[in-house]
């Protein structure tokens, strides 16, 4: 076995340049200020203290509103899916799961300009009004074109964990409550759903993390003047420079998202009580 | 003791598959019934169709003289105990047996009850709040009965649920399940292809193949008259051997002519003749008519098994005596250790 170890040491040396060190660095540009020479490092709190202005608090409400809404709309599409493709034969679950991940092959910017060319004032969706005599809606630029294009991009991603947990659940369990006397909906409250607990925790956890974080489809779809977390902490690397508060915001995001994973694992560890 | 439930030609197809192939059947109150049958033979689906998880092709299911095959499980007066258990994995003990209570939202405190003096009666006083999944095989295999048992069903199903135990834990199991349908006093439908377990426990033994039920008996029938050679085969080990049926009361067989207890068959019918193992004596050669080589002895624990090489056939023999390799013997048998049996697919 000992050699095989060594096998894994190219590893390890790849999540020590790729992931640690940039981890390190991120928190060590957002604790410093700018202008530092590699010998001195001035240490401060200032670019946290500029988060909680009313500006960027702002973003971080929009974000996370942003981030629940697409969740759960991606949840309550993504379940029913999920369910109805584990009822299918194997092939055909093979088949849809398929169709499910196809689209992820497909570079998401690419995606995301279609759905500007459908969203358009000009779009194919207004042109196909206009030819009912409707005037042209304004669905570009909105909120509603930005939850658009998270849901319809990271559904997938709630889809697969739902689906896994639910395909390799023993069918004599459905079976078992049946015959204890629930009928199909309290057969599925109490046992199908909870047991597929697991699935729909990762499948909200990962749907909600991509969507808290995104910068691409936020601007491609909300335009310019659009910002959210991710937009925020992509213009202060690429166009303000302010590499320091721009850790800053990494940092608290990330934070975030610890904090909110931690609960949802809380929730599904937790004992589910019987009403 | 009326009868409960009555199937009534009953067959199943899967696409071009027919696994039942036409089942009459009458199950009375109160009584332990086994469907016995290798793998295959459709004895868990005809436990299935009684639960209601799978609808019959064609055929009725009496249930109290009225016809449920349309009805779903869950308003069905019978309850299952699942090859796997099926126990609920984010449940702890006293919620999986309160199931059924819960869901016909019976008072707490009657649940709490009833519940305990379940887990009481199959033996796992206390384990009430533990987790489903740290129990042993044989704990959970009492927890699925108590579950289903708390609902005070007419009739328990019981698919193969000894199967995953070890060998003692099962024949324990055997002799408790036993007690406890005689303490509920319901009837028991249990599937099994262990015929040591179906002779054991049941009233009434249902052996089936194929889609067929072979024979319905009592235990001691089932083994001592099997009505063909399938069912000698499947129950116990024998020596089955092709002969005539002279006339009433005598078959000819190996050049030799053998008083017997059968009759009503033709004279100069072919038949199917049974001998058990255990039935056939080996004696000095001088004393008998069938005569034959030692082949083989085995030690089999109780008993040796030897084999004797006679003209037309290999006999098999259970006996505590000792017999070398390559002896001389003689073979006896009295009038009742002839079962004979019409050949199979005459009737």
């Given at each position: 076995m000992k050699h095989f170890r060594k096998l894994s040491v190219p590893y390890f040396i790849w999540c020590i340049i790729f992931i640690l060190i940039p981890l390190v660095l991120i928190i060590l540009y957002a604790f410093t200020n700018g202008g530092n020479d590699v010998k001195t490092l001035n240490f401060t709190l200032d670019n946290f203290a500029r988060i909680f202005d009313e500006t960027y608090i702002k973003v971080f409400a929009k974000s996370l509103l942003l981030g629940v809404l697409t969740t759960a709309i991606c949840f309550v599409m993504g379940y029913p899916l999920a369910y109805i493709i584990s009822k299918q034969d194997d092939s055909i679950q093979d088949m849809l799961i398929m169709a499910v991940t196809?689209?992820?092959?497909?570079?998401m910017v690419i995606r995301t300009y279609a759905w500007i060319n459908l969203l358009s004032d000009n779009g194919i969706i207004n042109g196909l009004l206009g030819l009912l005599g409707i005037d042209p809606v304004t669905?570009?630029?909105t909120n509603f074109s930005v939850v658009l294009g998270l849901v319809c991009n990271l559904v997938p991603f709630m889809i697969i964990p739902i689906h896994t947990s639910l395909r390799k659940m023993d069918p004599s369990l459905t079976e078992a409550a049946m015959d204890l006397g629930a009928d199909p909906v309290q057969t599925f409250i109490r046992v199908i759903f909870k047991l597929s607990m697991p699935g729909v925790i990762n499948g909200i956890i990962m749907v909600f993390l991509m969507a808290i974080s995104s910068f691409v489809i936020p601007r491609l779809l909300g335009g310019g003047q659009f910002v959210l977390i991710g937009n925020l902490i992509e213009q202060q690397f690429v166009s303000v420079g302010d590499w320091n508060f721009g850790s800053a915001i990494s940092t608290i995001l990330a934070v975030l998202i610890l904090i909110a994973m931690r609960l949802m694992k809380k929730m599904d560890a937790s004992p589910m009580d019987e009403a | 003791m009326g009868d409960l439930i009555e199937l009534k030609n009953l067959t199943k197809n899967y696409d071009d598959l027919q696994v039942l192939k036409g089942i009459n059947l009458n199950i009375k109150e109160n009584e332990f019934l086994t469907l016995l049958g290798p793998s295959g033979c459709g004895k868990t689906t005809t436990l299935r169709i009684i639960a209601g998880f799978e609808e019959p092709s064609s055929g009725e299911v009496l249930f109290d003289g009225m016809d449920i095959s349309r009805i779903p499980p869950y308003k069905r007066e019978v309850n299952t105990v699942f090859q796997k258990y099926a126990l609920f994995p984010h449940m702890n003990v006293f919620d999986n047996v309160a199931f059924g209570l819960n869901i016909k939202k019976v008072d707490k405190s009657v649940i709490e009850t009833k519940v305990n003096r379940m887990l009481n009666l199959v033996g796992l006083k206390g384990f009430g709040p533990r987790d489903v999944s740290n129990l042993s095989g044989g704990q959970q295999q009492r927890v699925a009965i108590a579950r289903a048992l708390v609902n005070e069903p007419k009739v328990l199903l019981l698919d193969e649920p000894l199967g995953a135990l070890d060998a003692k834990l099962r024949k324990e199991m055997q002799t408790e399940l036993k007690k406890i349908q005689k303490e509920v006093g319901i009837t028991f439908v249990f599937v099994t292809h262990d015929q040591e377990e179906a002779l054991t426990m049941s009233d009434t033994v249902v052996v089936m193949n194929e889609g067929t039920i072979q024979m319905i008996g009592s235990p001691i029938d089932v083994y001592n008259e099997p009505e063909n050679r399938f069912v000698a085969q499947f129950i116990g080990e024998s020596n089955i051997i092709e002969g005539t049926m002279k006339k009433d009361l005598l078959v000819s067989f190996d050049d030799f002519d053998f008083e017997c207890l059968d009759k009503g068959f033709p004279e100069n019918e072919p038949v199917d003749i049974v001998i058990r193992p255990e039935d056939l004596d080996i004696v000095e050669p001088e004393a008998a008519n069938l005569t034959g080589l030692v082949k083989s002895v085995v030690f089999m624990g109780v008993h040796y098994e030897i084999i004797v090489e006679s003209k037309y056939r290999d006999y098999k023999i259970h006996t505590t005596d000792f017999s070398p390799v390559g002896k001389q013997v003689g073979l006896t048998l009295t009038p009742d250790d002839i079962h004979v049996m019409w050949k199979m697919g005459v009737y």
């Open positions: 196809i689209p992820t092959w497909i570079n669905m570009m630029y | -």
